[in-house]
């Protein structure tokens, strides 16, 4: 049976739970596990994990600022380091001092310092006799001011208003900020992502999913007070671990109707776009080695979003999975009955279920005109600068999320990047998407050929990407910085697109916005009422905010899978395989064979409740040591973004003996052992 997660007002059961920091699970990892989680541990785990701007997790690993994560989490900044010429995510990279570690400049690291329950502040703004348009704004401004940081602590200081309880609370989390970090390892592509798509999300596996950065301070190595100390012995079979990191969106609070809606809808479109991107992206990379390095990135993450949502869609298909989760939703409803609050909640699922599944037509033309019919970094930056120009007129209470004053160097990082832009993927990507928008809305849609401009999708990229100068970091600059009369009086293509289409964009976004505040009124309802029956023995869905897993290493004995993989195994996959891509394995790797140790573990699995954002994590034991870094779950564990089940669903790890092992024997990382021992 199903764990009944949070649509239950039982307290969830064993293992499940991706916790706050400032409401852990103590009671009931004590009653199941025997051990207390102290204060000061929590407090010194939370400080010593790391949040990426890549969308990953990671940790600090010794006083001077080295930190581990993914090798998947850093691939698109190693890439954006490579060369035809020096290709870094093939080859790797080993910094043999400080003074080799290569600048990674539009990456940022957040550190959770402190968190404040703001529920009430940003609900005393928001009355019952506002319209949605008007609770939406009072709601943004409210978030807005929260998030003000003094101007001459931007550089160190960030400040995010967290929705949680999809909208039963609200957050405000105070992070460190490090912007100057630099790159220290990491092993061949070969190596961090061994198996490919065939592996992925399955076990056993055999990867070195790991690399090394280092934040800096005032251009020396920060020093830090809290990191992990590093096992050298790394998990065993049976024993208790947690997992600190930061899961980016699960959907374990929605409504049945609200995942019906997903399973019906937003999955299958979501399907339809990737699995249409893949094949574009998979037979442009097929032509050339330099057109499979520039779009790698690119297409492993279509393949691991397609992999993972096609799971998803399978488990929501599975009619017994909906029948358990529908139960527990009337449970719910029915544990209400004797309570007042029985009509307000009923009412707000039925308001959720009207409000969902309504306009259609407009729900699409968003999700195609602000994502999906425009794929290019050249767009991207862009719409950025017109979208910015217009925000920077307005009071910064007003404007769009993310062009606050308090988010203004977090924007500027991403708008001048450095990182290369291939004019060549650019047109590819750009002319799919747009032959996408025409697919789906119609060649003779007045927006469509506003856009197409009397081209087809082919010709139309083709002059957007080769007309355009935005690829200059300098051009960039001048149009942000000459604000709105320079962008309106720029004949840029790009700009002149994103000008074309951003009005229809900011009608969408207000009705979708407004739908949004509808739906976030009625969950609050929901989420009182649930509170009232289970209090703080609930977790909230994910959020990309930090969390706290509880779980134990272990196989899974009904299908004999054990609980972990060794070098051996490694070897040995890659011989059942011929040593064909992507089981091949480098040279160096084949000739220290006989110095790996062959029993030394390399991935392990555990019960933890994970899901995406959590890669990088650490995974660290009851000592609050460090045993290996959470990079993947299996095919099971991917319908956990609804609901939880420790019966086969697992998180995979690296395992840290095994990143020991390798560092060792393999790449003769003295100075980065030495640096791990000396902690």
């Known amino acids: 049976m199903l764990g009944i997660l949070l649509l239950s007002p039982l307290q969830t059961r064993a293992d499940e739970g991706m916790w706050l920091f400032n409401r852990p699970p103590i009671k009931q990892v004590e009653k199941k596990y025997g051990f207390r989680i102290e204060q000061a541990w929590l407090d010194h785990l939370q400080k010593s994990s790391v949040r990426f701007n890549t969308g990953g997790s990671g940790s600090f690993i010794s006083k001077n600022g080295l930190l581990l994560t993914n090798h998947h989490v850093g691939a698109g900044i190693i890439n954006s380091l490579s060369t035809a010429g020096k290709n870094l995510m093939e080859d790797g990279f080993l910094a043999r001092d400080q003074s080799q570690e290569l600048p990674c400049n539009d990456l940022e690291l957040n550190v959770l310092m402190s968190i404040r329950d703001v529920t009430a502040e940003v609900e005393a703004v928001v009355t019952d006799k506002m319209s949605t348009e008007e609770a939406v704004a009072a709601r943004r401004a409210i978030i807005a001011k929260l998030q003000e940081v003094p101007s001459d602590e931007t550089a160190t200081k960030r400040r995010d208003v967290v929705t949680l309880y999809q909208g039963g609370a609200y957050h405000l989390y105070e992070y460190r900020r490090y912007s100057d970090v630099r790159l220290v390892f990491a092993p061949e592509r070969r190596l961090g992502a061994f198996g490919g798509d065939p592996d992925n999300f399955e076990f056993p596996r055999y990867c070195l999913d790991c690399c090394f950065f280092r934040a800096y301070e005032n251009g020396k190595p920060a020093v830090v007070e809290n990191y992990l100390k590093w096992n050298r012995n790394g998990a065993r079979d049976g024993e208790l671990v947690f997992v600190s990191g930061h899961p980016g969106t699960t959907n ?53 979003g397609r992999k993972a949502r096609t799971a998803s869609l399978h488990g929501l298909l599975d009619p017994k999975f909906m029948e358990t989760r529908g139960s527990a939703e009337n449970e719910f409803r029915e544990s209400l009955k004797s309570d007042k609050s029985t009509a307000e909640v009923d009412e707000a699922f039925a308001t959720i279920e009207k409000e969902i599944n309504k306009d259609d037509a407009s729900r699409l033309r968003f999700a195609l005109l602000g994502r999906d019919a425009f794929d290019s970094t050249l767009f991207g930056i862009a719409r950025t600068l017109v979208q910015a120009a217009d925000e920077s007129l307005k009071p910064d209470a007003e404007r769009l999320a993310g062009f606050n004053e308090a988010r203004r160097k977090i924007l500027e990082l991403g708008l001048f990047s450095d990182d290369p832009v291939y004019k060549d993927f650019e047109i590819l990507r750009l002319a799919d998407s747009l032959a996408f928008l025409c697919n789906k809305l119609g060649s003779d849609d007045p927006t469509v050929k506003a856009v197409l401009g009397g081209l087809s999708p082919a010709r139309r990229a083709e002059q957007l990407v080769n007309g355009t100068a935005l690829e200059d970091i300098a051009r960039r600059k001048a149009l942000y910085e000459g604000g709105k009369a320079a962008v309106d009086a720029s004949a840029d293509p790009m700009i002149l697109l994103a000008r074309m289409v951003d009005g229809e964009i900011r009608r969408l976004r207000k009705m979708e916005e407004a739908s949004d505040e509808v739906v976030k009124q009625a969950h609050a309802k929901i989420a009182k009422a649930r509170f009232a029956l289970a209090g703080e023995s609930r977790y909230p869905d994910a959020t990309f905010s930090l969390r706290l897993s509880v779980g134990r290493v272990t196989g899974i004995p009904s299908q004999k899978v054990p609980f972990h993989t060794t070098y051996d195994g490694l070897f040995a996959r890659s011989a059942d395989q011929d040593g064909k891509p992507p089981f091949d394995l480098p040279e160096s790797w084949k000739e220290k064979r006989g110095a790996i140790g062959k029993d030394v573990a390399m991935n392990f699995i555990s019960t933890n409740d994970i899901t995406g954002g959590n890669s990088g994590s650490p995974i660290v034991d009851r000592n609050g040591e460090l045993v290996g870094v959470i990079f993947d779950g299996n095919f099971d564990s991917l319908v956990n973004n609804v609901a939880y089940d420790e019966k086969t669903a697992r998180a995979v790890s690296v395992d840290s003996a095994g990143i020991w092992e390798a560092l060792d024997k393999v790449y003769g990382a003295e100075n980065l052992l030495d640096e791990l021992n000396a902690e």
Do not use: C, F, H, I
Not at 260 to 266: A, S, T, V
Not at 281 to 292: C, F, G, H, V
């Open 252 to 304: 374990r609070e929605l409504t049945q109707a609200q995942v019906e809606r997903m399973r019906d809808n937003g999955l299958p479109y979501y399907l339809e776009r990737s699995n249409r991107k893949e094949v574009l992206l998979s037979a442009w990379s097929e032509k050339d080695k330099e057109n499979k390095r520039r779009a790698l990135g690119a297409l492993v993450g279509t393949q691991n």
